[in-house]
């Protein structure tokens, strides 16, 4: 039943959408120009922690508008095709972990009552895996957007824990867009205090500034 619902659901989308996400011309969720624009040129960086991040597009252009068509406007159908980069992505860092565990970084509890769904693992199911969510918030977190790195380190510093603790097991962090790279290494903290070993980090997307960012750190 659960099948058919979203099938209708997604249906219902295809017919009230007006334009293309990427580019807005008419007539279609996105167009086939955009779709070739999502196809997958992994990036690889840091977050501040150290952590080595495999992102499977810069977040620019295209993907850009397409990833907050999904967080802002409830798109979910262009999760199908963001999905099928990152399971691009996910297969480099898969070939050095192949046991690995995907945490997504936790949704808080105001965003999931906005959107009704969490962005990291929609992404994570559209790409064919099963999220484990082994992660929570503790407290409310506030808006990263305006944030630079200290602050934003400031605003996640201790705001996760891992659920249950499970010795040496191999995980690999996830989130949709990596900024600054801090929730990435917030999650490992937490991760690792629970003992878990955290193998690396996998993201939908990574901005140009998290580039610089890691470039001027190295
Ligand atoms: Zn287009």
Redesign the pocket.
């Known amino acids: 039943m659960a099948e058919w619902r979203t099938l209708a659901d997604e249906l219902a989308a295809f017919v009230l959408c007006g334009s ?1 996400a ?2 807005d ?1 008419p007539g279609t969720l ?2 086939d ?2 779709r070739g624009a999502l196809a997958a040129q992994p990036v690889h960086t840091m977050t501040p922690g150290g952590m080595p991040v495999v992102a499977a597009l810069a977040f620019e252009g295209v993907t850009a508008r397409c990833i907050r068509r999904v967080k802002e406007d409830g798109e979910t159908l262009l999760a199908r095709p963001l999905g099928a980069a990152l399971a691009r992505a996910a297969d480099q860092v898969r070939a050095d972990h192949p046991h690995a565990a995907l945490v997504p970084v936790p949704t808080g509890r105001a965003a999931f009552r906005r959107r009704g769904y969490r962005v990291p693992e929609l992404l994570l199911r559209r790409a064919g895996f099963t999220p484990a969510r082994l992660l929570v918030q503790t407290r409310r977190t506030a808006d990263q957007r305006e944030l630079d790195l200290d602050q934003r380190r400031r605003n996640v510093a201790g705001s996760m824990r891992a659920r249950h603790a499970r010795g040496a097991r191999d995980v690999v962090l996830f989130d949709d867009v990596v900024t600054t790279g801090a929730t990435i290494d917030e999650g490992a903290r937490a991760l690792r205090t629970a003992g878990f070993r955290v193998c690396g980090a996998l993201a939908l997307a990574a901005t140009p500034k998290h580039r610089e960012l890691a470039a001027n750190t190295s």
């Open positions: 293309c990427g580019c011309v996105l167009c120009d955009c």
